[in-house]
């Protein structure tokens, strides 16, 4: 059972999830506040109030206390199939971050079989049963994505059945989410899932899931402003919910509003750790480093660096652990120019994430080249080259390609270290156009450095000028008021003599550092540059 205490019971027609509970060492308030869900099933009474509050917790991706909760469901009343449709929903953990593990889905299954044994007392609640059961089926033998289309499919039909089943149509957003193609720049899955949402957000504004969701579906650059309305509901809508707190920051990210982001992921970051969930901490603390380093605070941004060993606690989403933990100092190093401390940060294995371990050889290699150490670095682009290689035979495509963009880059990189100039742009140059063909996954606030942004600063340093404003600009587009792209424009601009351009992007900069908490040397260049 989740450890909050049930204290109040609320009319089921109003399916108000509102419970007071006493407040935990993060003093988080006198009320848990998941949001508004109305999702009526054939249960006896008790268990349909603990079910609701089980599905707003799933909304929110707040798997622990979902899981528990669900399993009180089936407690409350063992002829609830329902309940362990619910199970089946938390097994699939963040459904939009990574498979779930082998054990995990052996369980998921296992739930389907109980929720089928039991037998669903409507063909409404059957249907919603059959629908995850076509993901968990056979899993053994056919691979993720088509099991993941078999239940979007699933999802489409129920939702279509039951058209005035609002939960249906929400869940069957998620499915479309759930299977988006990273390089369709029309953004299909992520349109339609975002049209269906908006239209129940009308009925039912305080919905967790429905802001949830909604993020996820803007969380690309091209649309990302649609979701500012959402980001700035969700964390009101369900307080209480550690990834409500932080779901905010992914637009936020995506826009450049890096304070926003900050403030989100501080409170998401608080509350993960007070619920002991180290994966969400850790999470959270990716994306507030992203913003700390945009902005120039370096000091906040060291004392977050100095927390990460201290993170402890369950692992519901391994991946979002596994990743901030490699990318948190891999960050630090590459924004701050600080080649010396990337080179020497030591890679950890990961076997069933190896694409995070690839973080830290892309961080080893590009500071190696950049340092002046070009053998060392050409150790790190071998261990990529194997790294996607692996990924590659695991058929792991959109992290192979992720490796592949990191390896291209570092080895151009190598090259220009080497004095192979034109090998080395042609390098850079793939790197930046294999990232474009993509998008970034939600477990990332952005790439450690985007490859644009590195091929313009590789442009700089061969004196061109004209060629490096271009590519910062280009860079610029897709991920907005970066310091170091913001920088690399202006000091182009300078050099290629665009008076307006150089002006423009420097009063930029100084706007996007304005709580820096150390000067760097790019921020008394710009003032200098704006003093004259």
């Not at 994430?353 to 340092?371: D, L, N, V, Y």
Request: aromatic fraction near 8%.
């Amino acid at each position: 059972m989740s450890r909050f205490i049930l204290s109040t019971i609320v009319a089921l027609s109003i399916i108000l999830v509102l419970l007071p509970v006493p407040a935990s060492s993060q003093d988080r308030g006198a009320a848990e506040r998941l949001g508004k869900v109305s999702f009526p099933i054939s249960c006896s009474a008790a268990a349909q109030q603990q079910f609701e509050r089980a599905v707003a917790q799933l909304h929110s991706f707040w798997l622990k206390a979902a899981k528990q909760a669900f399993a009180g469901v089936a407690q409350t009343d063992p002829s609830c199939a329902m309940a362990h449709w619910g199970t089946a929903m938390t097994l699939l953990g963040n459904p939009l971050a990574a498979p779930p593990a082998p054990k995990a889905l052996a369980e998921g299954w296992a739930a389907v079989e109980r929720a089928t044994t039991i037998g669903a007392k409507t063909p409404r609640e059957a249907d919603y049963i059959a629908a995850i059961g076509a993901f968990y089926k056979d899993a053994d033998r056919i691979d993720h994505r088509p099991r993941a289309v078999a239940y979007e499919k699933a999802m489409e039909q129920l939702a279509a059945k039951y058209s005035a089943d609002r939960e249906a149509t929400i869940f069957y957003a998620l499915s479309l989410n759930m299977t988006l193609v990273p390089t369709d720049k029309t953004f299909a899955n992520q349109l339609k899932a975002a049209a269906l949402l908006e239209k129940v957000l009308a009925e039912q504004p305080e919905h967790p899931g429905v802001a949830h969701y909604l993020i996820h579906s803007y969380d690309f650059p091209p649309i990302a402003g649609r979701g500012l309305s959402a980001a700035r509901r969700y964390s009101k809508i369900a307080p209480a919910a550690p990834h409500a707190q932080h779901m905010p920051s992914h637009i936020f990210t995506r826009v450049g509003n890096w304070q926003e982001s900050i403030d989100s992921n501080r409170a998401a970051a608080a509350v993960s750790r007070a619920d002991g969930e180290r994966d969400g901490a850790l999470h959270a603390m990716d994306y507030m480093m992203y913003a700390y380093l945009q902005t120039a605070q370096d000091r906040e941004a060291k004392r977050l660096l100095d927390e990460v060993s201290g993170v402890t606690g369950v692992s519901e989403v391994p991946i979002a652990g596994f990743f901030g933990g490699a990318a948190i100092p891999a960050r630090y190093a590459l924004e701050r120019r600080a080649w010396g401390f990337g080179a020497s940060l030591e890679p950890q294995p990961s076997p069933r994430f190896p694409f995070t371990e690839a973080i830290t050889h892309f961080a080893r290699a590009i500071s190696a080249a950049r340092g002046g150490d070009a053998a060392a670095a050409q150790k790190d682009v071998g261990r990529l080259e194997a790294l996607r290689d692996a990924l590659t035979q695991a058929k792991v495509g959109y992290w192979a390609q992720q490796v592949e963009v990191q390896r291209l880059a570092a080895a151009g990189w190598v090259a220009l270290a080497q004095g192979r100039r034109d090998e080395a742009l042609k390098l850079m140059r793939s790197a930046a156009d294999l990232e474009d063909s993509t998008e970034k996954h939600p477990v990332t606030p952005g790439p450690l450095a985007p490859a644009r942004e590195l091929l313009g600063e590789m442009l700089l340093e061969l004196k061109d000028a004209p060629g490096a404003l271009r590519e910062f600009e280009a860079s610029m587009k897709k991920e907005p008021n970066r310091f170091n792209g913001t920088y690399g424009a202006a000091r182009a601009a300078e050099l290629a003599g665009d008076r307006s351009k150089a002006r423009e992007h420097y009063t930029t900069l100084l706007t996007i550092a304005a709580k820096a908490d150390t000067e760097r040397p790019e921020i008394r260049q710009a003032k200098a540059y704006l003093g004259r």
